[in-house]
């Protein structure tokens, strides 16, 4: 089971279990955090697309620690007019482990009750003589 969710303007592919790195969320370390803006959800081949969201669908996580990412060095220059600038940059970034993925009130494909309704047959129409 996995889903597409959207964290801070961005779209992650997340499975239960899963690590990865968001933009700095608030929070302290340990502290769980949900997120609603679930775009898309695979359920063992059952695909359920939001327009645009998911309704019901919700991912729990835990933050694991706050971190900055790589720096990134930004340097400007103008040729021949002495113009020379240098910048960095480093990303205050957030590690997240995906604990659960919800997705409402919908029973997944395997705790499905059978069903008792007796199916209703359409016998298809046979042609009279008369035309």
């Given at each position: 089971m996995y889903a597409i969710v959207d964290i801070a303007g961005f779209q992650f592919n997340v499975e239960q279990g899963k690590k990865l790195y968001v933009h700095r969320l608030a929070g302290?370390?340990?502290d769980k955090v949900r997120f609603?803006?679930?775009?898309?959800?695979?359920?063992?081949?059952d695909v359920k697309v939001g327009t645009p969201t998911v309704e019901g669908a919700?991912?729990?996580?835990?933050i694991l620690q706050h971190?900055?990412?790589?720096?990134?060095i930004v340097f400007k220059k103008k040729r021949r007019k002495g113009y020379k600038k240098k910048n960095g940059h480093r990303?205050?970034?957030t590690q997240i482990r995906i604990d659960e993925i919800t997705i409402g009130n919908a029973v997944t494909p395997e705790a499905k009750e059978p069903e008792t309704a007796t199916p209703?047959?359409?016998e298809p129409e046979t042609k009279s003589e008369e035309e």
């Open positions: 302290e370390d340990n609603n803006n679930v775009l898309l959800t695979d359920n063992d081949g919700e991912i729990t996580a835990t971190v900055k990412g790589d720096k990134v990303q205050s970034l209703v047959v359409i």
